[in-house]
């Protein structure tokens, strides 16, 4: 039975603790034995509990000292300082904790980098942070200078509990080299799988027209995702599109949703339930532990999840060992290879013996291609419904190159158009919005400003990069950039800011770590958007359907956006829409009659 969380974090910290207190304890029985001086025991006692917070006032001031003096010797400074009240910045994780439930997205990273520039240091939980939203600092993170990075232990605790040692909860090679032969462009082409789900999510949206209830887009693309997320990786989906989707919370009707009896939904609400407790964490920096001290928060979701992982994983390695004895007495296949399988599982299971790293990769990349494209297609609902103009000229160039056929792999490579309106989709609402690194020694940045002075990065110091930020700043986009405009993928604008700085656009990560499923996103999320427009006309945004989704007032008013969102978007360790995506559409079928779906 393994150890609670606070204990493991305790334990290697004992002694450092100890040391303090008994210091103090020490020292009065010195006073007391060499000179005389009777310490009365209460004192001993209250110096010695007031010795921990000295300690610390002292280590922190030692460690900011230390990293200015160091600094100094490399002809740089520290990044600018956020201002804080609390000791150990606990005022701004308060403020942090309540502009997440009533502001815009990073809200208050953005008016912090107004104030001091786009690189600043931040307390979090007595530890200093670095965060960035600098093209040419990101660069160096996950590019010119990747091998000065890493994830770092303190990462990789706070996610271990849900991504194992999984590709994106690890350093090094070896778990990309293994998951990336499976995205080959033949795999990433087969749209089989796409197309099955594709024909129940348009049966759904046709069902639920002829009922008059409006719809949740982000749960319907989420159960789309999961279905040929599953399909792809297991062969075999959790069935979610069979599960019976929510109906608005004012219309009356029980909301099957809620139900947990189905498997599909009790795996998607573990996920997400998973998902939002690991990323609470990372309020709590390395110490996350004390707030989970005698059981991790986490393991009873993952749980639930392994109900339907462990039992696929299981009979992918009896097929192995099957395949093995059946090859044994074949020359060539002598050294028990079997043959290639059409599921990342199986391709795992012929990679390696081990169960772990098996399921493991298999959940990181659940996690990857259910998560961000679900919120990639419903950004692109949402945008269509604010914006019909772009609705019609999609149509339009589904008619020109597709018609009603079903789309190729080459028919989506000629849409121009298309592309660029993922792109701008993934631009303004990046799936993974805030991501990070971890310095593994000192190092100077050269200032971003001509003559500027160079920033000091002191080692093991997190690094947290604002994607979200950078992909919405003014400087880097002009003066649209907060605007949703697809031609800015198309037209000059392109070549004056994109093409130049191509690290002012990173929805998939760049560098060595490139998200290895990137052109299988784009193929989904583009199969899924022709398909749906080969049948929808026109989209109405309703969020008063859940009041839970209509944001709050003043939600909307930040520098970073034009203040007519009214999608209140959030992020766990992607991005989702609070409450869900309500809509009403109108049908080919239903053309010249509103048809609500």
Avoid at 198 to 204: C, G, I
Avoid at 289 to 314: G, R
């Amino acid at each position: 039975m393994p150890l609670p969380p606070g204990i493991v974090y305790l334990t290697p910290r004992l002694p450092a603790l100890l040391v303090p207190p008994v210091s103090v304890l020490l020292a009065g029985r010195l006073l007391s034995r060499r000179f005389g001086v009777n310490v009365p025991t209460a004192l001993r006692l209250v110096l010695a509990v007031l010795s921990w917070p000295l300690a610390l006032a002292l280590h922190t001031f030692w460690s900011k000292w230390n990293n200015k003096r160091k600094a100094a010797n490399s002809g740089a400074i520290m990044p600018p300082k956020v201002e804080y009240k609390l000791p150990g910045g606990l005022d701004l994780v308060k403020q942090y904790v309540r502009d997440r439930e009533d502001r815009f997205l990073c809200y208050r990273m953005m008016e912090q980098m107004e104030q001091y520039g786009y690189t600043i240091n931040s307390s979090v939980m007595f530890q200093d942070r670095i965060f960035t939203a600098e093209p040419e600092y990101v660069k160096r993170l996950l590019a010119t200078d990747f091998e000065g990075f890493e994830k770092g232990p303190g990462f990789v605790a706070q996610l271990k509990s849900l991504l194992g040692t999984g590709v994106f909860n690890s350093d090094g090679e070896f778990h990309r080299g293994i998951s990336r032969p499976f995205f080959s462009k033949d795999r990433i082409s087969h749209f089989d799988v796409f197309d099955r789900h594709a024909t129940k999510v348009l049966d759904l949206v046709k069902e639920r027209s002829q009922a008059g209830y409006a719809l949740d887009w982000q749960d319907l693309v989420a159960r789309f995702t999961l279905d040929s997320a599953t399909e792809f990786l297991f062969g075999k989906d959790l069935c979610s599109l069979d599960a019976g989707l929510p109906y608005p919370s004012t219309s009356g009707v029980p909301r099957a949703y809620s139900s947990t009896d189905h498997p599909a939904n009790r795996f998607a609400n573990s996920f997400l339930q998973a998902q939002e407790l690991t990323a609470k964490r990372s309020l709590f920096a390395n110490a996350w532990p004390l707030w989970e001290f005698w059981k991790s928060k986490v393991d009873e979701h993952i749980s639930t999840m392994d109900e339907f992982i462990e039992p696929l994983l299981k009979e992918a390695i009896a097929k192995k060992h099957q395949a093995k004895a059946k090859v044994k007495e074949d020359e060539e296949e002598a050294d028990g290879k079997v043959e290639e399988s059409g599921t990342l599982l199986g391709h795992l299971v012929n990679s390696t013996d081990d169960p772990k790293i098996i399921r493991d990769e298999t959940l990181n990349i659940l996690l990857a291609g259910r998560d961000t494209t679900a919120i990639t297609l419903t950004m692109s609902i949402y945008n269509l419904s604010q914006h019909p103009h772009i609705l019609r000229r999609l149509r339009e160039e589904i008619h020109e190159y597709v018609g009603t056929n079903r789309p190729s792999y080459d028919d989506i490579k000629k849409m121009k158009y298309l592309r660029a309106f993922i792109n701008e989709v993934l631009r303004l609402y990046p799936p993974v919005p805030v991501n990070s690194r971890c310095s593994k020694h000192d190092t100077v940045w050269p200032s971003v400003q001509r003559g500027g002075t160079p920033l000091f990065i002191p080692a093991d110091t997190r690094m947290v990069y604002f994607v979200f930020i950078m992909h919405r700043r003014k400087d880097l986009w002009g003066p649209t950039a907060q605007e949703f405009d697809p031609d800015r993928f198309l037209d000059d604008r392109l070549h004056k800011y994109l093409t130049p700085n191509p690290f002012i656009f990173l929805p998939f990560n760049a560098g060595p770590r490139i998200c290895l499923g990137q052109q299988f996103a784009y193929n989904e999320i583009s199969f899924m958007l022709i398909r749906l427009l080969q049948q929808i006309t026109s989209i109405k945004l309703v969020q008063e359907a859940n009041p839970e989704a209509v944001p709050p007032p003043g939600w909307a008013e930040s520098r970073f956006s034009n203040g007519l969102d009214k999608a209140r978007i959030k992020g766990h360790l992607t991005m989702y829409v609070v409450g869900g995506l309500w809509v009403e559409v109108k049908t080919v079928e239903g053309e010249g009659e509103e048809v609500k779906v």
